[in-house]
């Protein structure tokens, strides 16, 4: 069975630091892995996958991740934060054909302070 | 730009109404899925169309059921609504295969009374 854990439920940051949000899977499989973000009242939007190509994948916004089969962990980071990046973060594997077992973690919260 | 449309934002029910949430995706998925998220639990799966009247249940089906009589739409129906059930509903639709994302809806906060 796969499952994920994002290991805080809550990160503070000053605008302008870097951000680090943590997960870690759990897959028997080579899995597919997914950061999405939910503002306030908002569906759920696509950050970045990892599907088996470059273990560093880059999404929206200036948001990076990096897969380590070894440590199974896909960490998201961004260098610099932005107020409007004061968000929801959800950390997702998938390991079946039909995409109808994705796990979903707990979700982080970000705060931005200015 | 793939929309996934849900039929209201918010909605207030009484216990034991039927209810029914609606969602409409424009770009041919053949996966489509409803989710039930709740502070703390992140997202878990309610039930799973790969197809046109075909369905899976998925985590938490219980208490609900599903239609999907067109391609674009997948229904959930609460046919007697509790209290337990006050959560937000957010639907999502997808190709089918292992690399390809899910889009989400708004979503729909329930309230039932």
């Known amino acids: 069975a796969q499952s994920v854990t994002q290991l805080d439920s809550h990160v503070s940051v000053s605008e302008g630091t870097p951000v680090l949000l943590r997960c870690n899977y759990s897959?028997?499989?080579?899995?597919?892995l997914f950061w999405y973000v939910q503002h306030p009242n908002k569906g759920l939007q696509l950050l970045l996958k990892?599907?088996?190509?470059?273990?560093l994948v880059k999404g929206i916004n200036g948001f990076e991740a990096e897969f380590k089969k070894s440590e199974t962990s896909f960490h998201l980071t961004k260098p610099s934060a932005h107020m409007s990046d004061a968000a929801e973060y959800f950390c997702?594997?998938?390991?079946?054909?039909?995409?109808?077992?994705?796990?979903f973690g707990a979700g982080t919260r970000l705060t931005v302070k200015p | 730009d793939v929309k996934v449309t849900q039929s209201s934002r918010y909605l207030v029910k009484r216990t034991g109404e039927k209810v029914f949430l609606e969602c409409v995706q424009d770009?041919?998925?053949?996966?489509m899925f409803w989710y039930r998220q709740d502070p703390g639990l992140g997202l878990r799966l309610i039930y799973f169309?790969?197809?046109?009247?075909?369905?899976e249940k998925g985590d938490i089906p219980e208490g609900y059921s599903v239609s999907r009589e067109k391609k674009e739409r997948f229904s959930l129906i609460l046919e007697s609504a509790s209290t337990n059930q006050t959560s937000m509903y957010l639907c999502?639709?997808?190709?089918?295969?292992?690399?390809?994302?899910?889009?989400f809806g708004p979503g729909t906060r329930l309230t039932v009374t």
């Open positions: 770009m041919d998925h053949e996966n």
């Open positions: 169309s790969y197809d046109v009247k075909m369905k």
């Open positions: 897959s028997s499989y080579s899995p597919s």
């Open positions: 999502a639709s997808s190709l089918r295969g292992l690399t390809y994302e899910q889009y």
């Open positions: 990892y599907t088996s190509a470059a273990t």
């Open positions: 997702v594997v998938s390991q079946t054909y039909n995409n109808n077992d994705m796990r």
